[in-house]
């Protein structure tokens, strides 16, 4: 069964370090989101592509976050400078129509110590 | 209001029995609905997603959708320990491809 591949799927960072996510969507998924859960909370939207353009961005921290899909394949997500209130599980998904529902990554875990 | 509203839980039955997770959504023109579980440490899964008024049956899960009351259920039937996990609704608002969750509800299933 395809998958959507995330790494790393841990990862501990310092305060004010820069960290980066990879997420590599299932082939022929055109739209991409990467999402942000923290523990006992659903995931919120940071960002959704359409093949390599923005479509929503607007929940993301844009002072500190970024995100692109050059290609319009796979896509990295930024952060910089790390806050502890970062601490959260990041998840990507790919789907193949809107509305059709997603399909997940493993997700990353990040830690800001 | 929050756009997506779930009962925090924790929602305890026994094994065998049915389990039932409500969830209630803001938009009233959200157009799809879907349910993920979500085991400890581990990423949301598709389960169900229905699209219409009325009940959607997949083995032991029978989604509900209610539009006119904004209301979106999940039925579990023959509740067995593995089904403990966190229950995610999620709801796709009108004319957007994101979809919206809830704050998931946590389901024990007691021996």
């Known amino acids: 069964e395809a998958e959507v591949a995330q790494s790393p799927r841990y990862k501990i960072t310092e305060k004010s370090q820069a960290v980066a996510f990879w997420c590599d969507p299932i082939s022929g998924h055109a739209t991409l989101y990467w999402y942000r859960q923290i523990l006992g909370q659903g995931p919120e939207l940071l960002v959704q592509?359409?093949?390599?353009?923005?479509?929503?961005d607007s929940q993301l921290p844009k002072d500190r976050f970024s995100a692109e899909r050059l290609k319009g394949v796979d896509s990295t997500l930024k952060i910089q400078p790390a806050e502890l209130g970062d601490s959260a599980m990041y998840l990507c998904?790919?789907?193949?129509?809107?509305?059709?529902?997603?399909?997940f990554g493993s997700g990353t875990r990040l830690t800001v110590v | 209001q929050k756009e997506v509203e779930q009962n925090s839980g924790p929602l305890s039955v026994p094994e065998g029995a049915i389990a039932s997770l409500n969830c209630t959504y803001s938009?009233?023109?959200?157009?799809?609905f879907f349910w993920y579980r979500q085991y400890s440490g581990k990423s949301p899964e598709l389960i169900m997603f229905i699209y219409s008024n009325g009940d959607k049956e997949d083995g032991r899960f029978t989604a509900q959708l209610n539009k006119a009351s904004q209301y979106v259920s999940l039925l579990i039937r023959d509740s067995q320990p593995s089904d403990s996990a966190t229950y995610l609704c999620a709801v796709t608002p009108s004319n957007t491809g994101k979809l919206i969750f809830g704050q998931g509800t946590t389901l024990q299933v007691k021996p």
């Open positions: 998904a790919s789907s193949f129509r809107i509305n059709y529902g997603y399909t």
């Open positions: 592509f359409q093949d390599e353009s923005v479509v929503d």
């Open positions: 938009d009233r023109g959200s157009q799809s």
